[in-house]
């Protein structure tokens, strides 16, 4: 846990310090690392494409390799079984190992001409060490051979050699490669052919014993082909060896029987990658190990080639960015300096855009429309904050007499409920909820449901003064109850409404009706009077004219207007339409729900 909040600082520490530099430190920083990340991942890709590339030549090579010694070998092996087996079927040696004794002249004779079949085949093949006919009920061989039987050592050897081996194929053929022979100075493939009778192939008359000096085997050794140092070794299916190895004995189990399967294949092992062809029908396997760093070793060349050029590129390319990012921000200390200036109060301060590049050009003159923007706005608070101001002392004005007047009235409510006058009663209790409102507490901002309370108020003494001629509805649903509406706002527009559309109306009753809906999130309180109305013209006039502060109302349309563009932005506030019944509509914009704390405004 501790180590996690020491790497979260250390990450922290690390932003603070790079967010701390100059844009110009940041650039080269960030276009450093993008040059030596991307070099990097160039040389990444192009190592591991090469390495790749020359992986796989030097695998295919050895897999050629390995199947064209396994077809020799096949082939090879092929040619000394039909040797074997014509010799097994020769008519002198069938009659050889068929006798029982090596004494009388019959025996000699057959004995001289298995000899000379012996010798006309060492004779067709110099790489024949020596062929050896034994006849086991005799405890005799006939011999021929380039060494003498003396050198050879076939009498003390062969039979225990023959127990040894294993079969070769399916048929009875055994092999080894061994050095038993020669006073073990030189390996030899030995090959054992059991000799049965041609009139009855069950029982085992003798045995042919072959010595060979195979060049293709003695060549299984420490092999450096092109460059790559393998091993190549002979062996069973079981992963014995058969051919003699620098790392392993002959016999030795290779612990990779498990691996060896179908006719041809790979796998690594130990470091080392295996490669290895089945020898046709026989139960051998051509094993080619080629350790990992050989096969890598021709690929060591090439990455050095290619790192060096890459680093030769990445510093000519750092350089070249340093250069550039240091130059290009040259007009950006420029613009930098004239905007210190700005911050220790210079708001007059301009760019000079003379011979400065297109894209710095938009930057400065951007710039300098910015400031003359700011220098509008500010003109532009200034007047609103005295627009502000004046709104404040109209409404502390307008409470004042409300005060003292709510008090009065109180005392006259009372007054006339003692002495029976109910009609005044009612107007003077509907003036005092009246100016209640107007008081609220000193608040200036007020739940609809209270200003629609002090609009009822307000109709009733317009009624009694009028003798009835406004007939009001109020369908306002309590979902909008809640909605904060500036004080004072609805009691305006009524006003208008009764004073310049329904008492014109030569006596008629009008109707004055309060509607409140819902759109787009925003509540919308409607009033609407069936009033003589305005021009479309005038309408627009309006429209066009209702954001302009008035400093002789402390409560007009255009204060009201005023005020709620203030508290709200000036996507709200009023919008005047005529109505279908003649007369004139008023909308009030409110948001649905906004924090009613609005002290700072008003």
Same mark, same amino acid.
């Given at each position: 846990?501790?180590?996690?909040?020491?790497?979260?600082?250390?990450?922290?520490?690390?932003?603070?310090?790079?967010?701390?530099?100059?844009?110009?430190?940041?650039?080269?920083?960030?276009?450093?690392?993008?040059?030596?990340?991307?070099?990097?991942?160039?040389?990444?890709?192009?190592?591991?494409?090469?390495?790749?590339?020359?992986?796989?030549?030097?695998?295919?090579?050895?897999?050629?390799?390995?199947?064209?010694?396994?077809?020799?070998?096949?082939?090879?092996?092929?040619?000394?079984?039909?040797?074997?087996?014509?010799?097994?079927?020769?008519?002198?040696?069938?009659?050889?190992?068929?006798?029982?004794?090596?004494?009388?002249?019959?025996?000699?004779?057959?004995?001289?001409?298995?000899?000379?079949?012996?010798?006309?085949?060492?004779?067709?093949?110099?790489?024949?060490?020596?062929?050896?006919?034994?006849?086991?009920?005799?405890?005799?061989?006939?011999?021929?051979?380039?060494?003498?039987?003396?050198?050879?050592?076939?009498?003390?050897?062969?039979?225990?050699?023959?127990?040894?081996?294993?079969?070769?194929?399916?048929?009875?053929?055994?092999?080894?490669?061994?050095?038993?022979?020669?006073?073990?100075?030189? =390996?030899?493939? %030995?090959?054992?052919?059991?000799?049965?009778?041609?009139? +009855?192939? *069950?029982?085992? $008359?003798?045995? @042919? !014993?072959?010595?060979?000096?195979?060049?293709?085997?003695?060549?299984?050794?420490?092999?450096?082909?092109?460059?790559?140092?393998?091993?190549?070794?002979?062996?069973?299916?079981?992963?014995?060896?058969?051919?003699?190895?620098?790392?392993?004995?002959?016999?030795?189990?290779?612990?990779?029987?498990?691996?060896?399967?179908?006719?041809?294949?790979?796998?690594?092992?130990?470091?080392?990658?295996?490669?290895?062809?089945?020898?046709?029908?026989?139960?051998? =396997?051509?094993? %080619?190990?080629?350790?990992?760093?050989?096969?890598?070793? +021709?690929? *060591?060349?090439? $990455?050095?080639? @290619? !790192?060096?050029?890459?680093?030769?590129?990445?510093?000519?390319?750092?350089?070249?960015?340093?250069?550039?990012?240091?130059?290009?921000?040259?007009?950006?200390?420029?613009?930098?300096?004239?905007?210190?200036?700005?911050?220790?109060?210079?708001?007059?301060?301009?760019?000079?855009?003379?011979?400065?590049?297109?894209?710095?050009?938009?930057?400065?003159?951007?710039?300098?429309?910015?400031?003359?923007?700011?220098?509008?706005?500010?003109?532009?608070?200034?007047?609103?904050?005295?627009?502000?101001?004046?709104?404040?002392?109209?409404?502390?004005?307008?409470?004042?007499?409300?005060?003292?007047?709510?008090?009065?009235?109180?005392?006259?409510?009372?007054?006339?409920?003692?002495?029976?006058?109910?009609?005044?009663?009612?107007?003077?209790?509907?003036?005092?909820?009246?100016?209640?409102?107007?008081?609220?507490?000193?608040?200036?901002?007020?739940?609809?449901?209270?200003?629609?309370?002090?609009?009822?108020?307000?109709?009733?003494?317009?009624?009694?003064?009028?003798?009835?001629?406004?007939?009001?509805?109020?369908?306002?649903?309590?979902?909008?109850?809640?909605?904060?509406?500036?004080?004072?706002?609805?009691?305006?527009?009524?006003?208008?409404?009764?004073?310049?559309?329904?008492?014109?109306?030569?006596?008629?009753?009008?109707?004055?009706?309060?509607?409140?809906?819902?759109?787009?999130?925003?509540?919308?309180?409607?009033?609407?009077?069936?009033?003589?109305?305005?021009?479309?013209?005038?309408?627009?006039?309006?429209?066009?004219?209702?954001?302009?502060?008035?400093?002789?109302?402390?409560?007009?349309?255009?204060?009201?207007?005023?005020?709620?563009?203030?508290?709200?932005?000036?996507?709200?506030?009023?919008?005047?339409?005529?109505?279908?019944?003649?007369?004139?509509?008023?909308?009030?914009?409110?948001?649905?729900?906004?924090?009613?704390?609005?002290?700072?405004?008003?």
């Amino acid at each position: 846990m501790k180590e996690m909040k020491k790497i979260k600082q250390l990450i922290r520490d690390c932003k603070d310090i790079f967010f701390g530099w100059t844009f110009d430190k940041q650039m080269r920083f960030f276009v450093t690392c993008i040059i030596v990340v991307t070099s990097t991942i160039i040389l990444l890709v192009s190592t591991i494409s090469a390495v790749m590339s020359i992986t796989q030549q030097s695998k295919k090579m050895a897999v050629d390799q390995v199947t064209t010694l396994a077809n020799n070998f096949e082939g090879e092996l092929d040619n000394y079984k039909a040797m074997t087996v014509a010799l097994q079927l020769d008519n002198s040696v069938q009659k050889y190992v068929s006798f029982g004794t090596k004494r009388g002249s019959v025996y000699s004779a057959v004995a001289s001409d298995t000899y000379a079949i012996l010798q006309n085949i060492n004779n067709m093949h110099e790489n024949i060490n020596f062929i050896a006919i034994i006849n086991p009920k005799t405890n005799d061989y006939v011999y021929k051979g380039n060494r003498t039987m003396a050198t050879a050592l076939v009498a003390s050897s062969f039979v225990e050699n023959y127990k040894n081996t294993m079969s070769a194929s399916k048929g009875t053929l055994h092999i080894d490669y061994t050095n038993t022979y020669f006073k073990g100075k030189t =390996y030899s493939l %030995n090959l054992y052919q059991p000799i049965y009778s041609t009139s +009855n192939m *069950v029982n085992e $008359m003798g045995l @042919l !014993v072959m010595s060979i000096d195979d060049t293709l085997l003695n060549q299984l050794s420490v092999r450096d082909e092109k460059g790559m140092q393998s091993y190549i070794y002979l062996t069973t299916t079981e992963g014995n060896l058969v051919t003699p190895s620098e790392q392993y004995e002959v016999g030795e189990d290779l612990q990779i029987g498990n691996e060896l399967r179908g006719g041809q294949g790979n796998f690594t092992k130990d470091g080392s990658m295996y490669i290895y062809q089945k020898i046709g029908k026989w139960n051998y =396997y051509l094993v %080619n190990q080629i350790p990992f760093f050989e096969l890598y070793r +021709n690929s *060591v060349e090439t $990455m050095l080639i @290619l !790192v060096v050029a890459i680093m030769v590129m990445t510093m000519i390319g750092l350089i070249m960015a340093r250069k550039i990012v240091t130059k290009s921000y040259k007009p950006m200390e420029k613009v930098i300096s004239k905007m210190d200036k700005v911050t220790s109060g210079e708001i007059d301060v301009r760019i000079n855009t003379d011979n400065m590049p297109s894209d710095f050009l938009k930057m400065s003159v951007g710039f300098n429309d910015m400031m003359d923007k700011i220098g509008d706005l500010m003109e532009q608070v200034k007047l609103e904050q005295h627009q502000l101001e004046q709104i404040r002392f109209n409404a502390l004005q307008s409470q004042i007499q409300p005060h003292f007047l709510y008090n009065t009235l109180d005392c006259i409510h009372w007054q006339s409920i003692a002495q029976g006058n109910k009609e005044v009663s009612t107007m003077v209790k509907a003036l005092a909820r009246y100016y209640r409102i107007c008081l609220s507490n000193g608040k200036d901002i007020i739940q609809l449901e209270d200003e629609l309370g002090h609009i009822k108020s307000y109709l009733i003494i317009q009624n009694m003064r009028y003798d009835d001629i406004i007939e009001s509805e109020i369908l306002v649903k309590r979902q909008f109850y809640k909605v904060m509406i500036p004080k004072m706002t609805l009691q305006p527009l009524i006003e208008n409404s009764i004073y310049h559309g329904l008492k014109v109306k030569e006596g008629k009753r009008g109707r004055v009706r309060v509607s409140a809906e819902e759109r787009n999130g925003d509540a919308y309180i409607i009033v609407e009077d069936s009033g003589t109305g305005m021009t479309q013209k005038e309408i627009d006039e309006m429209n066009a004219s209702i954001s302009e502060y008035d400093d002789s109302f402390g409560y007009g349309v255009r204060n009201v207007n005023k005020r709620i563009e203030l508290m709200y932005g000036e996507q709200y506030g009023l919008f005047y339409i005529r109505n279908e019944q003649g007369g004139v509509t008023v909308e009030i914009h409110l948001p649905m729900n906004e924090p009613a704390d609005y002290k700072e405004i008003l």
